[in-house]
């Protein structure tokens, strides 16, 4: 479904107006998540959002499809900036800015649109449950994420799983999703651990399977960052920092 969100999104930047701004802004967004630079990102955010709705208020033709693809962007990038927000463990200001988003889908029916709705609910799940992620009710979360049924909800809930030390789950959830950075994360760090049980055998087993996954995870972050991937929001690229330390600890082999 993921791979869908990113055709829709990559669909609507095509639309949007002004299309190179729009598509500027969105890459410069996930550069500085990639770097971790969250407070500039969140500038970077609420441009989006003001040059959205000035789009949306802007169409002669309130019915065009254009317009309903930049009614969804609002939406899209009010989910950023609450993530970014919770991200920072800003957790009311991201819980308003969240509601502000329901609020804005609510009083729009584009957002029932064929097209729009089934990558809006991954949108607006995914930003609920990391959310309550980040404010540490992870019981919450999980059950938000088990309910979304998306990429993004995979990739959490296997990191959520490695965390507890339940390396079965961590692995059947990021095998889900090996499309993202942060699922290629856990099977790299899955790898690590297989390969420290192999070192403990009577006959040690080396692999660069570990490092393999790790230089995947990164080069994910730059496909994101120079916009081949059409995906602006920070659940996907906010596991930059562990996998830049994995990515320089192990390096890929040559």
Same mark, same amino acid.
């Given at each position: 479904?993921?791979?869908?969100? /990113?055709?829709? +999104?990559?669909?609507?930047?095509?639309?949007?107006?002004?299309?190179?701004?729009?598509?500027?802004?969105?890459?410069?967004?996930?550069?500085?998540?990639?770097?971790?630079?969250?407070?500039?990102?969140?500038?970077?955010?609420?441009?989006?959002?003001?040059?959205?709705?000035?789009?949306?208020?802007? +169409?002669?033709?309130?019915?065009?499809?254009?317009?309903?693809?930049?009614?969804?962007?609002?939406?899209?990038?009010? /989910?950023?900036?609450?993530?970014?927000?919770?991200?920072?463990?800003?957790?009311? !200001?991201?819980?308003?800015?969240?509601?502000?988003?329901?609020?804005?889908?609510?009083?729009?029916?584009?957002?029932?649109?064929?097209?729009? !709705?089934?990558?809006?609910? #991954?949108?607006?799940?995914? @930003?609920?449950?990391?959310?309550? #992620?980040?404010?540490?009710?992870?019981?919450?979360?999980?059950?938000?994420?088990?309910?979304?049924?998306?990429?993004?909800?995979?990739?959490?809930?296997?990191?959520?799983?490695?965390?507890?030390?339940?390396?079965? #789950?961590?692995?059947?959830?990021?095998?889900?999703?090996?499309?993202?950075? @942060?699922?290629?994360?856990?099977?790299?760090?899955? !790898?690590?651990?297989?390969?420290?049980?192999?070192?403990?055998?009577?006959?040690?087993?080396?692999?660069?399977?570990?490092?393999?996954?790790?230089?995947?995870?990164?080069?994910?972050?730059?496909?994101?960052? @120079?916009?081949?991937?059409?995906?602006?929001?920070?659940?996907?690229? /906010?596991?930059?920092?562990?996998?830049? #330390?994995?990515?320089?600890?192990?390096?890929?082999?040559?």
């Amino acid at each position: 479904m993921l791979r869908l969100l /990113c055709l829709v +999104n990559a669909l609507f930047v095509f639309v949007s107006v002004p299309l190179s701004a729009a598509e500027a802004e969105g890459k410069t967004l996930v550069r500085l998540v990639v770097a971790g630079n969250l407070a500039q990102a969140l500038v970077v955010a609420d441009q989006l959002i003001s040059q959205s709705k000035q789009t949306v208020a802007s +169409n002669p033709d309130p019915k065009s499809s254009w317009t309903a693809m930049n009614i969804y962007q609002v939406g899209y990038y009010l /989910c950023a900036k609450a993530q970014l927000l919770a991200l920072q463990k800003h957790d009311r !200001e991201a819980e308003q800015v969240f509601e502000q988003a329901e609020q804005y889908a609510a009083a729009h029916p584009e957002f029932k649109y064929h097209l729009i !709705e089934p990558g809006w609910q #991954e949108v607006i799940n995914g @930003t609920r449950g990391l959310l309550l #992620e980040k404010k540490g009710d992870l019981k919450a979360a999980q059950a938000v994420y088990e309910s979304t049924r998306s990429e993004d909800a995979f990739a959490r809930l296997a990191l959520l799983a490695l965390r507890r030390g339940d390396q079965d #789950e961590a692995g059947r959830w990021a095998r889900k999703s090996d499309f993202g950075p @942060t699922s290629l994360l856990v099977l790299g760090r899955l !790898e690590e651990l297989r390969q420290k049980r192999l070192d403990k055998g009577q006959r040690p087993i080396k692999s660069d399977a570990a490092a393999r996954r790790y230089h995947q995870a990164w080069l994910k972050l730059q496909e994101g960052a @120079t916009g081949e991937l059409h995906i602006w929001l920070p659940i996907f690229y /906010c596991e930059a920092e562990a996998i830049a #330390e994995a990515h320089n600890r192990l390096p890929p082999p040559r």
